[in-house]
């Protein structure tokens, strides 16, 4: 059988004939001096340079991946990777190689699972952009940090390292730039054991690849949707709570203009807040099932109880229920307000709420649907789950 190398080092790569050679020549030189059983894996993604040719005349493993994509060759780089554990760095000759045996220590002595470099720890962010550093990548840390209750000082950072069976549990799918990101989310939602380790950047040779605004808004994109409690539930919420106060205002009373009581265009806003509370919740209730069939949500007692109650049956029928009873008052008012001549419309808080239910109701029928279709990965993955659950624990130091 073929002995596998104790260490991969994974390089993805478009067009980068200036750096490539000065890349992988550090790196072997690394594997040298520090007597590492390692591997060099680069990932071609579409090259039309010599990005290639420099590759295989220093006697490094080539792949090649036709979908265009930072992630992409990442992902490509990873499934051909032999190492028990992982690095991953550009080919622009911008990170510091000689600090593989660190990265490795901590992997492989300390216990961590999860190692990734940081250019702001000891002023290593020189060589960024002037924007990126003070503005980009600060925020989009601190935002990360925030929503996930992580503690992250570089999220950006391309310069990784983590063990093969973390990497199989984090399990990224993102394409493009979002990929970096993703890893980091990964790690703090499934417990791995996370160190940082200072590192300074180098000019980069070479053109690069990044598009500050969307990959910008791609990496936030992939934040709001990875945090469903904070970005969707809460406000989802309030919303839904404020339309469900006005219309029962409204029912009883309670809602009056000098003696008059609340009319159409109150009831107008107690559907606006009561639908799209109702929305932002369901879309919140996808993402989480989202994150539950991923296995990051491997003990959510919440979710648990919830799948209990919420199957496929009983959405319908409850999305039925509520279309039934809001299509039956509305009938009501429309055989009423076609006996009066098409004037004012009668009982307008009951028009409103038979508005809400009505929606609310289609709503969740289809929100059955989508949500049992995406939770029955959960159901058929019950030994990979344990396989998670016991990482996850070994990690937080409980086997």
């Not at 002995?3 to 550090?26: D, F, R, Y």
């Not at 051909?80 to 990170?95: E, F, R, V």
């Not at 809602?255 to 509370?277: C, E, H, L, P, Q």
Request: aromatic residues 10%; proline residues 4%; charged residues 20%.
């Amino acid at each position: 059988m073929e002995e596998k190398p104790i260490l991969s080092v994974v390089i993805p790569c478009l067009n980068e004939e200036e750096g490539i050679g000065a890349t992988i020549q550090k790196v072997q030189r690394t594997f040298a001096n520090a007597n590492i059983d390692g591997e060099i894996v680069v990932c071609d993604n579409g090259s039309t340079d010599n990005s290639v040719a420099i590759a295989q005349d220093l006697n490094v493993r080539v792949v090649f991946e036709k979908k265009r994509g930072y992630g992409q060759a990442y992902l490509k780089g990873f499934e051909n990777a032999k190492g028990t554990y992982l690095i991953m760095g550009d080919a622009d000759d911008t990170y510091d190689f000689t600090l593989i045996p660190e990265f490795l220590n901590k992997l492989k002595n300390d216990g961590y699972d999860f190692v990734t470099g940081s250019r702001y720890l000891k002023s290593g962010n020189r060589s960024i952009p002037f924007w990126n550093r003070i503005l980009g990548n600060p925020m989009l840390t601190a935002i990360l940090n925030l929503l996930f209750g992580t503690s992250y000082t570089d999220v950006y950072c391309g310069f990784r390292g983590f063990t093969q069976k973390a990497y199989n549990l984090i399990k990224p799918v993102s394409p493009g730039m979002e990929f970096n990101l993703e890893l980091a989310i990964n790690a703090g939602l499934a417990g791995l054991k996370i160190a940082e380790i200072p590192i300074e950047l180098h000019p980069r040779k070479g053109d690069s690849k990044l598009r500050v605004f969307r990959d910008g808004w791609r990496s936030l994109r992939m934040m709001l949707l990875y945090c469903p409690n904070k970005v969707f539930f809460l406000p989802g919420t309030i919303l839904a709570v404020i339309g469900i106060l006005i219309h029962l205002s409204m029912l009883l009373g309670l809602v009056t203009y000098g003696d008059r009581r609340a009319a159409a265009m109150t009831g107008i806003f107690a559907t606006i807040f009561s639908v799209i509370g109702f929305q932002i919740l369901s879309l919140g209730l996808h993402a989480k099932t989202y994150s539950w069939s991923r296995r990051f949500d491997h003990d959510n007692p919440s979710l648990d109880r919830f799948y209990k109650f919420f199957k496929l049956e009983t959405g319908l029928i409850l999305g039925a229920g509520m279309l039934l009873i809001g299509g039956v008052i509305l009938t009501v008012l429309v055989v009423e307000w076609l006996q009066s001549n098409l004037t004012l419309v009668p009982n307008p808080a009951w028009a409103s709420l038979a508005a809400t239910l009505t929606m609310v109701g289609v709503g969740t029928m289809f929100t059955a649907l989508f949500i049992s279709a995406m939770s029955m990965k959960k159901q058929f993955e019950p030994t990979k789950m344990r396989e998670s659950q016991i990482l996850a624990d070994q990690s937080k130091g409980k086997v």
